[in-house]
């Protein structure tokens, strides 16, 4: 199971790669809103975030974060159609660790709770990265590739951007329909996870 486990994990690294960032980009957002239908603009935002500045924020209570996934861990619903890894971005080096299908396959708690921690606790991008991304959002928005109005994202933007681009949490629809369980986990420590 665990050589099964790591073999489906190195197989979705190699296929994540991608040489045409404007192009993957616009795939995952296809990918993500025939995923998730009702994600709203904070979701598209979220998103985008992530995919530039990872978790958002250093983990200051070790203690208390290991405590949060312990109880999710405990709660989860073992029932998912979600995939095990969800790219953030074609060049990006983050990605989502979904926990319902990463306890399935028999991934272990504290090995991902080490690769979330070094992840949230290295440094992050400039902005630059989350401008780019942001771009093609609209673009999709514009052409209705992805259902979201352009005046909400450009609403948020405006707000978001004169507070400087803070992490933001799931939009309550999307909670409440998908009820989101996962970790931001950099690829190189997604990679390092199987030697632990």
Known sequence: ???????????????????????GYAKILEEQHARYPAMEAQDWYKLA???????GHAIQNVEAAH???????EAL??????????????DSIY???????????????DQLFRAFLQTANQGTES??????????LRGAAKKRTIT????????????????????IHHS???????DPAYRVVSRERLQEMQHL
């Open 95 to 109: 990605a989502r660790v979904n926990l319902r299908p990463y306890k399935s396959a028999g991934g272990k708690i």
């Open 148 to 167: 979201v109005s352009l005046d909400a994202l450009d609403s948020l933007y405006s707000i978001m951007s004169a507070e400087g681009l803070p992490a």
């Open 1 to 23: 199971m665990r050589i099964i486990f790591w073999g489906i994990i190195l197989a979705i690294l190699g296929i994540g790669c991608n040489s045409q960032p404007e192009s």
């Open 49 to 55: 975030h992530q995919s530039v500045f990872g978790a």
């Open 77 to 90: 619903d073992m029932v998912s159609n979600e995939p095990l890894v969800e790219f953030l971005g074609p």
């Open 127 to 136: 902005g630059d990265g989350f401008e780019r991304y942001w771009q093609s």
């Open 67 to 73: 405590d949060w996934l312990i109880r999710e861990w």
């Open 172 to 178: 309550e629809r999307y909670s409440g329909l998908y």
